[in-house]
């Protein structure tokens, strides 16, 4: 039972001009997007998780740059979409959640105004009563009182403000929902309650959701499959359950080790990782990883391995799953 | 726990020590790899600028003439050659040099008015100075006789009145061809400089020595004003920012009344109520620009007081005083920096505005403003006049407002990752 | 009203917080204050009593909205009482004169949330450590470079003559905390109101920096007060926790008892609430309705009562007194029972 592939990333990078040199925040990434299916991308700062979200929008402004890659969205490379087609794929086949909801709505413009525009940005030809309806709709489907309607944003709390952002994504049926720490800004109980309602829309609506966060509980909770990504590479990624049970990159390993558990598990210690995340400029040679890896290998200060496929559905970057010279 | 900390040890990355072993001169020019446009901003204007305050700090050295010493003709054209002037004589006379026809008893003619009264004067000189060097007792001076057009003078010459004309060859023309008696002898030159690079203006003075000394002037004016508009604006900023309250209002309203007069219109009136005099126009500029300083550095202050490393620094238990000092004052500092020099650039072109309008310093200082006010006449006649002094003025604000830019990009301390 | 917590022992108490209240005055443009008539308050902190024992590490945690940073930076005399008392090692911070108080800061100091903000961008981590021994032990001053150097050593700032000179952006988030953690501990306080200083950390780095905490902390003999929202890493480091709810105690005790036997129905809903990093593991439970309301004007009576999922009637009347309901287990709750 194959699921069917929404997005091919192939070989994706993305480097930044900066003083001190050019900086590679994501290095030849490729994976897959399955439709339908929500995907976690983990990582801790420095990683790349963020740059890659964006790329995925096409999103990155100077000094950075998509410099390789392909990006694959029904059968077409967005990479070589002109202005007018990235624009229509921007908002209706791909849209993004942002971090502060604040920032990302207009203030001086009431919620079912934003709805409103932008069904009228990628159809233009749909009547005002027809876009007021299915932005009335909308919103009650968010769960969000049909009187706040003509709210402003800072009439309206957190929780609500994220659930108009993804409301307009959805409105536009789009495919696609790109929530780039979407939650880090909300109390947990509120957190939790956006996550019931984007399951409820997968469900409904059958959209992929790419969840990138540096909260891997939260990634435990919500994906399908979680993709771990360390200094601009990607490390592991594969189905959750397996990778939770048995992680096999050890990056992944020592992370999810270092993870706080709210409940008492047999194991109370949390995992150290020694040293941390690398400079981007300098990045070490090889493996990126290698200087903190308990398993470290004399190939691993040397070449750099390559994402591998060791087991249906599940990829790992790492030498003790390739095979190698010495 | 140990075991963490020695893997702390390896953490400090290798690049970063090979960093910090390079000494300063080395980070200087690895600066240029970093920071490419600005680097060389930077060095241009530093540049610049050490050119500029070596020549107000020693005008002396590199200005050929003294700027108040009228060496040349007047308005003559930057590398115009001094003009040199035709002696004309009786050809049955049978004169050979100016020197023969250049005692007491001798006449010499010259248009009225003409330019070459400065070159007979000027070449007595040198033959007077000879004649005492060499002892001959001899003394040149001879008797001059004005005439009011050539045709005049060449008809005295021809009648025998005098004995040698000296014209310019433009006063000359071609009259000479209705003369067949006189001849042409020599030529009649001043004694100073063949040339002067940028000309002179109507008083004959020259126009680079009166330039290079104008920087000093401008130099002196620019530097002091603003030191003592940042040494009151900043720290009234600072205590107005920090500590609000009524104190902060009424300074803000005295300061921003100040603020919204035009610069140069209140520095007329300061100058006009204070009178004329180099420390009156120093305090006059000075009090403009205190406004300007009081405004950024309240406003940072107010941005920097809520920051956390301030609260910090309060819940260690510092004295506000030290707060002050230590927290909030270096955080505001770069952004007066930048104030600072193009507070000095500012502060050249006002002080040039005042004197061109004829406010305070005397009238034979050599400097830029007055220098631009003389010479408005000639706009058209003798361009040199005003564009010389005018490019000065350009290019020493030019430079300081280029190192006030490109400082604030380095000063910035995330960017010194050197 | 809330009653002052009984306990059975003499402990020892470091801090104590006695019907403390903050209410702050809430912006009004001059229109609204002339129509409105009268004043609106944010009442962060609503009659909070508390008492930390030396040497534990004691949690508030809570939601937005529910009062912990202003209750902690009231504990430590940075922000003044609307009522009550706050007594630090037996005095009453209120009868302190403002130099007193300065020089009390020695035995009472902060660790920050953002490293990056609470450093002096332009001072050297050296010299940022340095000002608590320039400003308490003046006297020592021909030790302080050592002891400098010392405190560095000991939070994994090795070698610590590298680190001295170097300014708070050449470092990463890691080293900033650890340098704020130095900083706190370098003029020996007897309590550290640690204010969210993980939140900002990585994930693989955290765990780092709390055992350290707790090392220092066994070492130095040192209380803590930890802020966060963050319950399941307050697990780790917090001996005791209090859950507090738009200004007030829900539910105090040892963690074990909060995590594990959880009677408050807010403290329920807000440990299901929490993803666990098992994916065997999902949340079943059911989220409670509504929002945080507004601190100007809470609900009436209990202030969880709208919605409570056992709420009863006399809920929306009377406020719940805090009460220890079982040895050192405090609830306000009237029906609160196990489940």
């Given at each position: 039972m194959d699921k069917k592939i929404l997005m091919k990333i192939k070989d994706l990078s993305v480097t930044y001009q900066t003083r001190l040199g050019p900086v590679s925040a994501v290095d030849h990434v490729s994976f897959d997007i399955y439709k339908g299916e929500i995907l976690g991308l983990v990582g801790e700062s420095g990683c790349g998780k963020s740059t890659l979200g964006k790329a995925l929008l096409r999103m990155i402004d100077p000094p950075g740059e998509i410099s390789s890659g392909e990006i694959i969205f029904k059968g077409e490379d967005i990479m070589k979409y002109d202005y007018n087609k990235l624009r229509n794929f921007r908002g209706k086949r791909a849209s993004m959640i942002f971090q502060d909801p604040m920032t990302s709505l207009n203030p001086v413009q009431r919620m079912d105004e934003h709805l409103i525009e932008a069904i009228g940005v990628h159809e233009p030809g749909v009547k005002r009563e027809s876009a007021l309806k299915r932005s009335k709709k909308m919103i009650k489907r968010l769960g969000i009182g049909a009187d706040r309607l003509h709210s402003y944003p800072h009439q309206l709390s957190g929780g609500m403000r994220q659930r108009v952002m993804t409301g307009i994504g959805l409105i536009l049926n789009a495919n696609l929902i790109i929530a780039d720490e979407a939650t880090t800004s909300l109390d947990v109980i509120v957190e939790a309650k956006l996550m019931d309602q984007l399951r409820e829309i997968r469900e409904e609506f059958g959209i992929s959701l790419l969840m990138i966060t540096h909260n891997i509980a939260l990634v435990a909770e919500m994906a399908d499959r979680i993709a771990v990504m360390y200094a601009g590479h990607m490390v592991e990624i594969g189905d959750i359950y397996k990778i939770f049970e048995h992680p096999k990159h050890p990056y992944t390993q020592g992370l999810l080790a270092s993870v706080p558990n709210i409940q008492f598990d047999a194991n109370e210690e949390l995992y150290k990782m020694p040293g941390e995340p690398p400079n981007l400029t300098h990045p070490p040679k090889g493996c990126r990883f290698h200087p903190r890896c308990p398993h470290a290998m004399p190939i691993c200060s040397t070449r750099e391995p390559s994402l591998l496929e060791i087991e249906k559905g599940w990829l790992v970057n790492c030498w003790l799953y390739q095979k190698h010279q010495d | 726990m140990n075991n963490q900390n020695e893997k702390m040890d390896s953490a400090v990355p290798e690049w970063q020590l090979e960093l910090d072993k390079v000494g300063f001169v080395r980070k200087l020019l690895l600066a240029r790899k970093w920071y490419k446009g600005d680097w060389w901003f930077v060095l241009v204007s530093a540049v610049l600028l050490l050119v500029i305050i070596i020549l107000g700090v020693f005008p002396q050295w590199f200005a050929p003439y003294d700027p108040k010493a009228e060496v040349g003709p007047s308005l003559l054209a930057p590398g115009e050659e001094t003009p040199g002037f035709l002696l004309l004589a009786n050809i049955d006379d049978h004169v050979v040099t100016l020197q023969e026809i250049a005692t007491k008893t001798n006449k010499i003619g010259y248009i009225m008015g003409s330019q070459a009264t400065q070159a007979l004067r000027d070449s007595l000189e040198i033959m007077n100075e000879e004649a005492d060097n060499e002892e001959t007792g001899i003394t040149y001076q001879p008797r001059g006789y004005r005439y009011e057009d050539i045709q005049q003078g060449l008809d005295a010459l021809q009648a025998g009145e005098i004995d040698g004309f000296i014209v310019s060859s433009e006063e000359l023309g071609d009259h000479l061809q209705d003369y067949p008696g006189i001849h042409f002898v020599e030529e009649v030159r001043s004694s100073k400089a063949s040339s002067f690079t940028l000309g002179t203006n109507q008083l004959g003075q020259d126009i680079l020595s009166r330039i290079i000394w104008g920087t000093r002037i401008a130099l002196i004016v620019g530097l002091s004003s603003a030191c003592i508009s940042f040494v009151i604006g900043v720290p009234l900023g600072l205590i107005s920012g920090f500590f609000g309250g009524k104190l902060d209002r009424i300074l803000t309203l005295i300061m921003d009344s100040l603020y919204a007069f035009p610069g140069l219109i209140l520095a007329i009136a300061i100058a006009a109520v204070l009178g004329a005099g180099i420390g009156n126009i120093i305090l006059a500029i000075a009090v403009i620009y205190i406004p300007t300083y009081f405004r950024v550095v309240r406003g940072q202050t107010l941005t920097v007081k809520n920051e956390l490393y301030v609260e910090a620094a309060r819940s260690l238990g510092t004295k506000t005083s030290t707060i002050l000092w230590k927290y909030v004052f270096p955080n505001v500092l770069p952004s007066v920096v930048i104030i600072f020099s193009v507070n000095v650039a500012d502060a050249i072109l006002t002080e040039a505005g005042l004197s061109f309008l004829g406010l305070g310093l005397p009238p034979d200082t050599p400097d830029w403003g007055i220098d631009l006010a003389r010479g408005q006449d000639y706009l058209r006649s003798a361009w040199w006049l005003i564009t010389c002094p005018g490019m000065m003025v350009s290019l020493v604000t030019l430079s300081f407002s280029m190192l006030g830019e490109s400082l604030s990009e380095i000063l910035n301390p995330r960017l010194s990752e050197l | 009203m809330n009653s002052v917590e009984t306990l059975k022992q003499s402990d020892d108490y470091i801090l104590e917080l006695h019907n403390v209240k903050k209410y702050f005055p809430v912006q009004k443009s001059l229109l609204e204050q002339i129509f409105a008539g009268r004043k609106d308050f944010v009442r962060a902190v609503d009659d909070v009593s508390l008492n930390i024992r030396r040497g534990e590490a004691f949690g508030l945690a809570g939601e937005s909205g529910s009062g912990k940073t202003t209750i902690g930076r009231l504990s430590i005399g940075l922000e003044e009482l609307t009522d009550g008392r706050v007594v630090f090692n037996g005095i009453?911070?209120?009868?302190?004169k403002k130099e007193e108080l300065r020089k009390l800061r020695q035995k009472m100091q902060v660790i920050f949330q953002d490293p990056m903000a609470s450093l002096n961008p332009r001072m050297t981590l050296g010299s940022s450590v340095m000002q608590g021994l320039i400003i308490h032990y003046p006297e020592l001053s021909n030790q302080h470079r050592d002891m400098v150097a010392e405190i560095f050593e000991k939070v994994g700032l090795t070698p610590a003559n590298y680190y001295f000179n170097k300014f708070p952006h050449q470092i990463s988030g890691g080293q900033r905390q650890r340098v704020v953690i130095a900083r706190a501990l370098i003029t020996r306080p007897d309590l550290v109101l640690a204010d969210e200083p993980v939140a900002m950390a990585d994930v693989s780095v955290r765990a780092l920096l709390l055992d350290l905490m707790v090392q220092l902390k066994n070492e130095f003999n040192l209380t803590y007060l930890f802020i966060t929202h963050d319950l399941a890493t307050a697990k780790y480091i917090c001996d005791r926790i209090g859950i507090l709810y738009l200004g007030k105690l829900a539910e105090v005790a040892t963690v074990q008892e909060v995590y594990q036997r959880p009677m408050h129905p807010y403290t329920k809903a807000l440990l299901a609430a929490i993803p666990v990093p098992n994916p065997r593991k999902r949340r079943t439970e059911v989220m409670p309705a509504g929002e945080i309301p507004n601190p100007i004007n809470p609900p009436p009576g209990c202030r969880f009562h709208p919605r409570c999922p056992i709420a009863q009637p006399d809920c929306a009347v009377d406020e719940p007194p805090l009460v220890e309901v079982e040895p050192g287990h405090f609830v306000a709750c009237k029906y609160a029972k196990l489940s």
């Amino acid at each position: 039972m194959d699921k069917k592939i929404l997005m091919k990333i192939k070989d994706l990078s993305v480097t930044y001009q900066t003083r001190l040199g050019p900086v590679s925040a994501v290095d030849h990434v490729s994976f897959d997007i399955y439709k339908g299916e929500i995907l976690g991308l983990v990582g801790e700062s420095g990683c790349g998780k963020s740059t890659l979200g964006k790329a995925l929008l096409r999103m990155i402004d100077p000094p950075g740059e998509i410099s390789s890659g392909e990006i694959i969205f029904k059968g077409e490379d967005i990479m070589k979409y002109d202005y007018n087609k990235l624009r229509n794929f921007r908002g209706k086949r791909a849209s993004m959640i942002f971090q502060d909801p604040m920032t990302s709505l207009n203030p001086v413009q009431r919620m079912d105004e934003h709805l409103i525009e932008a069904i009228g940005v990628h159809e233009p030809g749909v009547k005002r009563e027809s876009a007021l309806k299915r932005s009335k709709k909308m919103i009650k489907r968010l769960g969000i009182g049909a009187d706040r309607l003509h709210s402003y944003p800072h009439q309206l709390s957190g929780g609500m403000r994220q659930r108009v952002m993804t409301g307009i994504g959805l409105i536009l049926n789009a495919n696609l929902i790109i929530a780039d720490e979407a939650t880090t800004s909300l109390d947990v109980i509120v957190e939790a309650k956006l996550m019931d309602q984007l399951r409820e829309i997968r469900e409904e609506f059958g959209i992929s959701l790419l969840m990138i966060t540096h909260n891997i509980a939260l990634v435990a909770e919500m994906a399908d499959r979680i993709a771990v990504m360390y200094a601009g590479h990607m490390v592991e990624i594969g189905d959750i359950y397996k990778i939770f049970e048995h992680p096999k990159h050890p990056y992944t390993q020592g992370l999810l080790a270092s993870v706080p558990n709210i409940q008492f598990d047999a194991n109370e210690e949390l995992y150290k990782m020694p040293g941390e995340p690398p400079n981007l400029t300098h990045p070490p040679k090889g493996c990126r990883f290698h200087p903190r890896c308990p398993h470290a290998m004399p190939i691993c200060s040397t070449r750099e391995p390559s994402l591998l496929e060791i087991e249906k559905g599940w990829l790992v970057n790492c030498w003790l799953y390739q095979k190698h010279q010495d | 726990m140990n075991n963490q900390n020695e893997k702390m040890d390896s953490a400090v990355p290798e690049w970063q020590l090979e960093l910090d072993k390079v000494g300063f001169v080395r980070k200087l020019l690895l600066a240029r790899k970093w920071y490419k446009g600005d680097w060389w901003f930077v060095l241009v204007s530093a540049v610049l600028l050490l050119v500029i305050i070596i020549l107000g700090v020693f005008p002396q050295w590199f200005a050929p003439y003294d700027p108040k010493a009228e060496v040349g003709p007047s308005l003559l054209a930057p590398g115009e050659e001094t003009p040199g002037f035709l002696l004309l004589a009786n050809i049955d006379d049978h004169v050979v040099t100016l020197q023969e026809i250049a005692t007491k008893t001798n006449k010499i003619g010259y248009i009225m008015g003409s330019q070459a009264t400065q070159a007979l004067r000027d070449s007595l000189e040198i033959m007077n100075e000879e004649a005492d060097n060499e002892e001959t007792g001899i003394t040149y001076q001879p008797r001059g006789y004005r005439y009011e057009d050539i045709q005049q003078g060449l008809d005295a010459l021809q009648a025998g009145e005098i004995d040698g004309f000296i014209v310019s060859s433009e006063e000359l023309g071609d009259h000479l061809q209705d003369y067949p008696g006189i001849h042409f002898v020599e030529e009649v030159r001043s004694s100073k400089a063949s040339s002067f690079t940028l000309g002179t203006n109507q008083l004959g003075q020259d126009i680079l020595s009166r330039i290079i000394w104008g920087t000093r002037i401008a130099l002196i004016v620019g530097l002091s004003s603003a030191c003592i508009s940042f040494v009151i604006g900043v720290p009234l900023g600072l205590i107005s920012g920090f500590f609000g309250g009524k104190l902060d209002r009424i300074l803000t309203l005295i300061m921003d009344s100040l603020y919204a007069f035009p610069g140069l219109i209140l520095a007329i009136a300061i100058a006009a109520v204070l009178g004329a005099g180099i420390g009156n126009i120093i305090l006059a500029i000075a009090v403009i620009y205190i406004p300007t300083y009081f405004r950024v550095v309240r406003g940072q202050t107010l941005t920097v007081k809520n920051e956390l490393y301030v609260e910090a620094a309060r819940s260690l238990g510092t004295k506000t005083s030290t707060i002050l000092w230590k927290y909030v004052f270096p955080n505001v500092l770069p952004s007066v920096v930048i104030i600072f020099s193009v507070n000095v650039a500012d502060a050249i072109l006002t002080e040039a505005g005042l004197s061109f309008l004829g406010l305070g310093l005397p009238p034979d200082t050599p400097d830029w403003g007055i220098d631009l006010a003389r010479g408005q006449d000639y706009l058209r006649s003798a361009w040199w006049l005003i564009t010389c002094p005018g490019m000065m003025v350009s290019l020493v604000t030019l430079s300081f407002s280029m190192l006030g830019e490109s400082l604030s990009e380095i000063l910035n301390p995330r960017l010194s990752e050197l | 009203m809330n009653s002052v917590e009984t306990l059975k022992q003499s402990d020892d108490y470091i801090l104590e917080l006695h019907n403390v209240k903050k209410y702050f005055p809430v912006q009004k443009s001059l229109l609204e204050q002339i129509f409105a008539g009268r004043k609106d308050f944010v009442r962060a902190v609503d009659d909070v009593s508390l008492n930390i024992r030396r040497g534990e590490a004691f949690g508030l945690a809570g939601e937005s909205g529910s009062g912990k940073t202003t209750i902690g930076r009231l504990s430590i005399g940075l922000e003044e009482l609307t009522d009550g008392r706050v007594v630090f090692n037996g005095i009453d911070l209120a009868s302190l004169k403002k130099e007193e108080l300065r020089k009390l800061r020695q035995k009472m100091q902060v660790i920050f949330q953002d490293p990056m903000a609470s450093l002096n961008p332009r001072m050297t981590l050296g010299s940022s450590v340095m000002q608590g021994l320039i400003i308490h032990y003046p006297e020592l001053s021909n030790q302080h470079r050592d002891m400098v150097a010392e405190i560095f050593e000991k939070v994994g700032l090795t070698p610590a003559n590298y680190y001295f000179n170097k300014f708070p952006h050449q470092i990463s988030g890691g080293q900033r905390q650890r340098v704020v953690i130095a900083r706190a501990l370098i003029t020996r306080p007897d309590l550290v109101l640690a204010d969210e200083p993980v939140a900002m950390a990585d994930v693989s780095v955290r765990a780092l920096l709390l055992d350290l905490m707790v090392q220092l902390k066994n070492e130095f003999n040192l209380t803590y007060l930890f802020i966060t929202h963050d319950l399941a890493t307050a697990k780790y480091i917090c001996d005791r926790i209090g859950i507090l709810y738009l200004g007030k105690l829900a539910e105090v005790a040892t963690v074990q008892e909060v995590y594990q036997r959880p009677m408050h129905p807010y403290t329920k809903a807000l440990l299901a609430a929490i993803p666990v990093p098992n994916p065997r593991k999902r949340r079943t439970e059911v989220m409670p309705a509504g929002e945080i309301p507004n601190p100007i004007n809470p609900p009436p009576g209990c202030r969880f009562h709208p919605r409570c999922p056992i709420a009863q009637p006399d809920c929306a009347v009377d406020e719940p007194p805090l009460v220890e309901v079982e040895p050192g287990h405090f609830v306000a709750c009237k029906y609160a029972k196990l489940s």
